[in-house]
C-alpha cells in the first residue's frame, strides 16, 4: 500500500524511480485516435487519412497502437482499458473521440468532441478525465458537410455550432481513477443527466488486448473470458500473465475479437463471427455479433443506467493483475481508495502551488499539469518493419523503401512519451518534447529526464547525428531546442545530477556536428535549416528546395544555433566543474557560438536601417534580397544570450560572469522597441508571430504573400491545420521570456525600455519579462464574468457547467487570445505552469 500523509505521492515517485515499485507500470497510455497515422498507413501513395479513415476504426485492428476514451493502458500497451457509451440513438457506439481529417477540415485536422484532463499525479495514482455527450444524435454527418462547405477564409465549424447543446441536454461523465497498488486500480464512473427529464445511458468499460498475433510475427494469442456471474473478465496474456476486471452485479459481459471486420469493410470473409466491432453492433443494433461463450480479446461490461433529470448515476470496475480482487472490492476498499488518492493529489498540488496565487490562477495551474501527465502515450514503431511489411499482409508497394522515412530505417519505438496532443498529433515530436519536459520538471523530474535521454538514444537518433523531428517526415529539421531543454530540467532538478548532463552531452555533440555540416552548406557561420517548426510563417515553404542557384540564409536557424553553441558551452563549463576533461569542449562550443555571431551582425540577417533581422535569398552570383517580413524568425536571435560561466580554475560560479548574446545592446533596445509595440507584435496575450503591421502592409514575392492572419491559416502549407502568421504560441513566447530574464540577470537596472513602447512608462528588463507573463497567463484566468480570453467568443464555454474546464490550446488568436487548432496541445501550453510559479517567486512577479 502506498504511504499516508502530505508526502504519500512524493514517496510514490521516489519508489518508482528507486525501481523499489513500478507507480508508473501503469497509466493513461492510450491514444485517443490510432487512424489516420503514419504507422497504420500501407498505402500507395502515403495518403493515411484515406487509408484508416475514421470509418474504419470501430471495425479494423491497430497494427501499432491503440485508442479510447479515458483509456489506461500498461507501459507495453499490452492491455487497453477505457470506456465506451451509447446514448440510445447514435449509429455507432461512442469509443473515441470524433473528429475531422485533414482533407477534410477547412482548416486542416479537428477533434470535434469536447473533454478534458482535470487532474493526475505524476504516478497516476488519482486521475479525473470529464467528457460531454449529448442526449441528442451525435452531428456526425452534419460536422463533414459543414466543413467541406467552408473555405480558408471562414473559421472552423465546431461542435457547439450544430446547436446540439443548446436545449442544456448532455450527459456528464466523469471518470476517475485510483490506485490502490501499481497493478490494482479502481475505475469510478459517474454520469450526471443535464438534461431536463430522465434518459438512458449505455456505459460499457472495455478492456482488450492489443493485437499482436495477426500479423505473422507472433501467433501467440491471450484471452479474455467473463467470470462465472457474467459481472466481470478474466484475461490471460503470456507476457502480462492474468488480470482482472470486477464489476458488479448490474453489468452484463460481452466478448469479442479485437480483429479486423474485413467482411464489412472488404467483403472478405472474417476470421472471426465477433470481430472488433461486434460488441458495438450487438449494442446499438442487436445483431449476434459477440462470442456465445463468452470468450475472446477483447470484452466490455455492459451497465444500462436510467438517470432523473439533474440526478447522477455511478458505475465502479476495477482492475487487478495476478489476482481476482471479488465484488466486495468494489464497497468499503474501493470508497476508501478513492477517497485517499484524491485527497493525497490535493495535499501534493497545495505543496507545488504557491501561497500567493489566486484560486483560478492554482486551477489553471493544476490543470494544464494534469493534461500534460495525462498527454503521455505508448508508441510502438519499426520503421523497419512498418517498411518490409508483416508475413501475414499485402506486401507494401516497393517504392516504399525509397519514400517516407526509409531513411530511418534503425528507428524502433516501444516507449510511454509525451505527445503534443493524444488526438491531433498523436505521435512525439522531437521540439515539442523539449518543451513538455521543462514543464514536466515541475512534477517530474525524472521523467523529465528520461524523455529527454529517449531522443538522444541509438533507438531514435541517426547515426549522422540528426534528431528525429515527427511521425510524418522524421528528417524533417525541428529547432534544435534539446540542450537548452537539457540545461532548464538539469537547473529545477536542483542542478546536481551532472550524470544526466552527461549522458545528453555527448549525443548533443554529434546533433552539434550534424547541423555544423548539413545546414551551413558554406561554412560561413550562416545557416540554412528548413521550416524549422514554424509551418508557414516564410514567403513559400521553406522546407522545400529552392530554384536552382538560390539560398535562404536564414535569421532564426542562425539564432537557434548560436543559442545551441551557448547551451553546449554552458553544460560544458558546468561537467567542467567536476572534470577539467571538459574544458576544451567549453572552449570550442563558445568559438562556435562567436564565429557565428561575428558572421550574424558583420554580413548575415541583421538590417541595420530597419533594426530588425531577417531572412536573406543570395544568388550563386553574390547578391543578396531580404525578405522583410517581421516575424518570430526576425525575433528567435534574441534567444541565444547566457552568460559566462564561472573561471574553471577557481569554481567559484559567482565570480567572473558577463552576458554573452547574438545581439548586442542597441539591437536589443532596437528589437524590444517592436516587440512591445501594440501595433506590432505586442498583443494583449503575448508576442504575436506576424507583426500586426503586416495586416495593411503584406509581403509580396514572386507571386508568394505574407499578411498578418491572427486566427486560422488561409494557406494550405503543411496541410494548413497550424498557422504561424499572426497567432501567439507559447513555446517561443516562453523562450522570450527566458531571454528577457537572462538579460535582465546581467544587465540589471541599467537598461529600462518603455512597456508598451511609446508609453512613457519605463520598466527594466526582469519587469517586461513579469509583463508579459502575465499576459499569457491570462489566456486562462476568468475575467470576473465566467469567461477567459481562450475561449472566445463561444456563449457555451461560459455556462456553469463549463467554465472552469480549460482547454490547453496549440496556438491562440493574435488579437482576442481565443483558443486555436489542436485544443489539447497540453505539451508545450503546460509551460503555462512555471510561468505561475515564476509570477508568485520570493519578491518578485506581483
Known amino acids: 500500500m ?125 486521475m479525473r478525465w470529464r467528457y460531454h455527450y449529448p442526449h441528442a444524435p451525435f452531428p456526425y454527418d452534419r460536422l463533414v458537410a459543414e466543413a467541406a462547405n467552408r473555405s480558408r ?57 492489443r493485437n499482436t498475433w495477426s500479423w505473422g510475427r507472433d501467433d501467440r494469442r491471450p484471452t479474455i473470458r467473463a467470470t462465472g456471474d457474467g459481472h466481470g473478465l478474466v484475461a490471460e496474456h503470456h507476457a502480462a500473465g492474468t488480470i482482472t476486471l470486477t464489476g458488479d452485479a448490474t453489468s452484463r459481459a460481452l466478448l469479442c475479437d479485437n480483429e479486423t471486420n474485413s467482411e464489412r469493410l472488404w467483403g472478405v470473409p472474417n476470421r472471426t463471427c465477433s470481430p472488433k466491432d461486434g460488441i458495438g453492433d450487438h449494442v446499438v443494433h442487436g445483431a449476434a455479433t459477440v462470442d456465445p461463450g463468452g470468450v475472446g480479446t477483447k470484452g466490455a461490461l455492459h451497465h444500462v443506467v436510467t438517470v432523473e433529470a439533474g440526478a447522477t448515476a455511478e458505475i465502479r470496475v476495477r482492475l487487478a493483475g495476478g489476482r481476482s480482487t471479488g465484488p466486495a472490492a468494489l464497497d468499503a476498499a474501493f470508497a476508501t481508495t478513492m477517497a485517499a488518492r484524491e485527497a493525497e493529489a490535493d495535499e501534493f498540488y497545495a505543496s507545488l502551488t504557491p501561497a500567493t496565487a489566486s484560486d483560478d490562477e492554482a486551477l489553471v495551474l493544476r490543470q494544464a499539469l ?35 522515412n526509409s531513411g530511418w530505417r534503425h528507428l524502433y519505438a516501444h516507449d510511454v512519451i509525451s505527445m503534443p496532443d493524444k488526438w491531433e498529433y498523436p505521435w512525439f515530436a522531437a521540439w515539442d518534447l523539449a518543451f513538455h519536459c521543462i514543464a514536466l520538471a515541475v512534477v517530474d523530474p525524472s521523467l523529465a529526464k528520461q524523455q529527454l535521454l529517449l531522443m538522444c538514444s541509438p533507438r531514435y537518433q541517426h547515426p549522422n547525428g540528426q534528431l528525429p523531428a515527427y511521425e510524418w517526415s522524421f528528417g524533417d529539421v525541428n529547432p534544435p531546442v534539446h540542450a537548452a531543454a537539457v540545461l532548464a530540467v538539469f537547473e529545477a532538478d536542483g542542478a546536481t545530477d551532472t550524470e544526466f548532463l552527461e549522458r545528453a552531452f555527448h549525443p548533443l555533440i554529434a546533433n ?62 558546468t561537467l567542467a566543474l567536476g572534470d577539467r576533461v571538459y574544458e576544451d569542449a567549453a572552449v570550442t562550443f563558445l568559438r562556435h557560438a562567436l564565429a557565428i555571431t561575428v558572421a550574424a551582425r558583420s554580413q548575415g540577417p541583421w538590417d541595420d536601417e530597419d533594426g530588425f533581422f531577417y531572412d536573406t535569398l543570395r544568388f550563386d552570383d553574390g547578391r543578396r534580397s531580404r525578405l522583410r517580413v517581421r516575424s518570430m524568425v526576425g525575433l528567435v536571435p534574441l534567444l541565444a544570450v547566457t552568460h559566462t560561466g564561472p573561471d574553471m580554475a577557481d569554481g567559484d560560479p559567482r565570480r567572473h560572469r558577463e552576458v554573452l548574446s547574438l545581439v548586442d545592446e542597441q539591437q536589443l533596445r532596437r528589437l524590444l522597441a517592436r516587440l512591445l509595440d501594440p501595433s506590432e507584435f505586442l498583443s494583449p496575450h503575448g508576442i504575436r508571430s506576424v507583426s500586426a503591421y503586416h495586416r495593411d502592409h503584406p509581403v509580396t514575392v514572386d507571386g508568394h504573400s505574407v499578411s498578418y ?97 480549460i482547454p490547453f490550446h496549440e496556438y491562440f488568436h493574435g488579437d482576442s487570445g481565443a483558443g486555436l487548432g489542436a485544443s489539447h496541445q497540453t505539451g508545450w501550453t503546460a509551460l503555462v505552469a512555471p510561468l505561475i510559479l515564476w509570477l508568485h517567486r520570493p519578491g518578485g512577479g506581483r
Not at 500534460?372 to 508497394?397: F, H, M, N, R, V
Not at 561554412?523 to 528548413?530: A, M, P, R, T, V
Open 2 to 126: 502506498a504511504p499516508a500523509g502530505e508526502g504519500a505521492e512524493r514517496a510514490r515517485l521516489a519508489a518508482a524511480d528507486g525501481g523499489d515499485q513500478p507507480w508508473r507500470a501503469w497509466g493513461p497510455y492510450v491514444s485517443e485516435r490510432a487512424w489516420g497515422t503514419v504507422r497504420e498507413d500501407y498505402s500507395a501513395d502515403g495518403d493515411a487519412w484515406r487509408y484508416f479513415p475514421h470509418d474504419h476504426a470501430r471495425s479494423r485492428a491497430y497494427r501499432w497502437s491503440e485508442d479510447g476514451l479515458a483509456g489506461v493502458c500498461d507501459a507495453d500497451q499490452t492491455w487497453c482499458l477505457a470506456l465506451a457509451l451509447w446514448n440510445g440513438v447514435d449509429p455507432i457506439l461512442k469509443e473515441r473521440i470524433f473528429g475531422l481529417s485533414g482533407p477534410e477540415g477547412n482548416h486542416g485536422e479537428d477533434a470535434k468532441e469536447y473533454w478534458w484532463y482535470l487532474d493526475s499525479t505524476p504516478t497516476h495514482s488519482w
Open 153 to 209: 477564409e471562414q473559421p472552423e465549424f465546431e461542435l457547439a455550432d450544430t446547436g446540439v447543446f443548446d436545449d442544456g441536454r448532455y450527459w456528464i461523465v466523469t471518470v476517475d481513477y485510483a490506485k490502490a497498488a501499481p497493478d490494482d486500480l479502481c475505475m469510478r464512473i459517474r454520469v450526471h443527466n443535464h438534461g431536463d427529464g430522465a434518459a438512458t445511458l449505455h456505459v460499457l468499460p472495455t478492456l482488450w488486448f
Open 370 to 404: 494534469a493534461g500534460l501527465l495525462w498527454s503521455k502515450q505508448y508508441y510502438g514503431y519499426s520503421t523497419y518493419q512498418w517498411l518490409e511489411g508483416d508475413p501475414a499482409e499485402p506486401t507494401p508497394p516497393a517504392d516504399r523503401w525509397s519514400g517516407r
Open 512 to 573: 552539434f556536428t550534424w547541423w555544423v555540416n548539413r545546414k551551413d552548406p558554406d561554412g560561413n557561420g550562416l545557416f540554412e535549416g528548413g521550416f524549422l517548426g514554424l509551418d508557414n510563417i516564410g514567403v513559400f515553404d521553406r522546407s522545400m528546395p529552392l530554384p536552382t542557384g538560390l539560398h535562404l540564409e536564414q535569421a532564426d536557424s542562425t539564432g537557434w544555433m548560436v543559442a545551441y553553441a551557448l547551451a553546449m558551452y554552458r553544460i560544458a563549463t
Open 709 to 805: 492572419e491572427p486566427a486560422e491559416s488561409r494557406t494550405a502549407m503543411f496541410g494548413g491545420n497550424s498557422n504561424w502568421r499572426g497567432p501567439v504560441w507559447f513555446p517561443l513566447n516562453y523562450l522570450l521570456v527566458e531571454a528577457l530574464r537572462r538579460f535582465g540577470d546581467e544587465l540589471g537596472e541599467d537598461v529600462r525600455v518603455d512597456d508598451p513602447a511609446g508609453s512613457g512608462t519605463p520598466l527594466t528588463l526582469h519587469e517586461v519579462a513579469d509583463d508579459l507573463t502575465r499576459r499569457l497567463v491570462g489566456l486562462f484566468l476568468d475575467d470576473g464574468t465566467g469567461s477567459r480570453p481562450v475561449f472566445g467568443s463561444t456563449a457555451l464555454f461560459r455556462d456553469e457547467a463549463w467554465r472552469d474546464l
